[in-house]
């Protein structure tokens, strides 16, 4: 398979953040490519207004830096925050822009990319890079159900605002990735072609000994069996209600809860607190991804305890193959969708029913065989695997377009 440029508009930082979908692929293009992770551009204000940022975003902006292997990341920097008064009348987004774009054109040029790959992610912050760089394919990977709501009330000029930057996308590129089945139905309208590479794992970082790090096996040993964990941001798709209700019915067991507080509205603010107030809740907020596979490793069933709302129906969660590649037991909410792997997960359906089904996840007990099979299937689809098939994709559609070029 050739190697190529890639420019990968992303839609969070590389460094300081939590690895997602955008992430993984970057890293593992990154082995037979050389990628170019530009970031969403910000300025100074940013790290005081966004909690998924911090102080030290603000020492990499304006800089090209080697990240490992063949990626490097830039971070724009944008001078003139969107809201100082007079932005309209002096251009101060454009003025941003046009200097943005000169000093990314100048990093491209040190590196020597040639002929790239342009691989944009929706973000309401990035610009539109479509046609700056004489990319010969343009490629967007869609993870979600953007325009569904997620717990923000949004002005209406925000909807629009949006949904015409989705269209725009959608329309300038070649090639759309899509997470899920139901995410590919919706794009469907496009004309485009739409292929669905459902999520991936890092398979190999689950089964190395040295991530079963002593301080965390020591403090699960300390924690009331069974232990039920979920893994994720801690957020409006989230069921508070019904892990409180769980946790009230059976006081015996032990809830770990690990990932961010991301909590918009008030309502499950609420309904967090309340649930991480019980004595038998464990919640211990965002941890490193390498010190995941130790806290799974002490679980006995694992959750998708998730609301039954159209982002998560559209969505395809990344823990699923998290779960799979620690070999754990899975009981999920009834989306009304059929699961990847689902005939490894649990499907519950009402608050009685999770229940049920975590009960009967904990009859299994040590069955090695059920544990192997689950963690054969995650190795199966590792990030690795996914980005070969996407760039086999890629590589197709480059070919199919260089032979209609060549006999025309």
Not at 290 to 309: F, H, I, N, Q, W
Request: hydrophobic share 35%.
């Amino acid at each position: 398979m050739a190697s190529h440029d890639i420019i990968f508009i992303a839609a969070e930082p590389w460094e300081h953040y939590t690895w997602r979908r955008r992430h993984h692929v970057a890293w593992n293009l990154a082995k037979n490519n050389r990628v170019l992770f530009v970031e969403p551009p910000l300025t100074f204000l940013n790290p005081f207004r966004d909690i998924d940022l911090n102080w030290r975003h603000l020492l990499n902006l304006g800089r090209l830096k080697h990240q490992g292997k063949n990626l490097y990341s830039y971070s724009p920097a944008r001078l003139f925050p969107l809201s100082l008064p007079g932005s309209g009348r002096f251009k101060y987004y454009e003025r941003d822009r046009q200097r943005i774009f000169k000093n990314l054109k100048n990093s491209i040029k040190k590196l020597k990319f040639k002929d790239p790959i342009l691989w944009v992610y929706m973000d309401k912050y990035q610009y539109d890079y479509h046609g700056l760089f004489n990319e010969k394919i343009r490629i967007t990977d869609w993870y979600d159900k953007f325009t569904a709501y997620s717990g923000i009330e949004l002005q209406p000029g925000q909807i629009v605002s949006g949904k015409d930057r989705e269209q725009k996308l959608l329309k300038n590129s070649d090639i759309i990735f899509a997470v899920s089945e139901e995410l590919r139905k919706d794009l469907a309208h496009t004309g485009k072609s739409v292929y669905v590479i459902p999520q991936g794992v890092d398979y190999e970082s689950f089964q190395n000994n040295q991530n079963r790090k002593k301080g965390i096996k020591r403090y699960l040993e300390n924690i009331e069996r069974p232990i039920l964990g979920f893994i994720g941001i801690m957020h409006y798709i989230v069921d508070f209600k019904l892990l409180t209700y769980m946790a009230e019915k059976r006081p015996a067991w032990s809830i770990l809860l690990l990932g961010k507080k991301w909590l918009t509205n008030e309502s499950d603010s609420i309904l967090f607190h309340n649930l991480i107030n019980k004595d038998n809740v464990h919640y211990l907020g965002e941890k490193p991804r390498e010190e995941l596979p130790a806290y799974l490793s002490g679980v006995d069933v694992c959750l998708m305890p998730m609301k039954r709302t159209e982002l998560n129906r559209k969505a395809a969660p990344l823990k699923l193959w998290e779960y799979l590649a620690a070999g754990k037991p899975i009981v999920a909410v009834d989306q009304g969708i059929r699961y990847d792997c689902d005939q490894f997960i649990e499907v519950a359906k009402g608050k009685d029913g999770l229940i049920a089904k975590i009960e009967e996840c904990l009859k299994e007990g040590k069955n090695e065989e059920l544990v192997q099979k689950r963690k054969q299937i995650a190795k199966n689809n590792s990030w690795e695997s996914r980005t070969k098939q996407m760039m086999e994709i890629i590589e197709s559609h480059l070919n199919d377009r260089n032979q209609i070029n060549n006999t025309s």
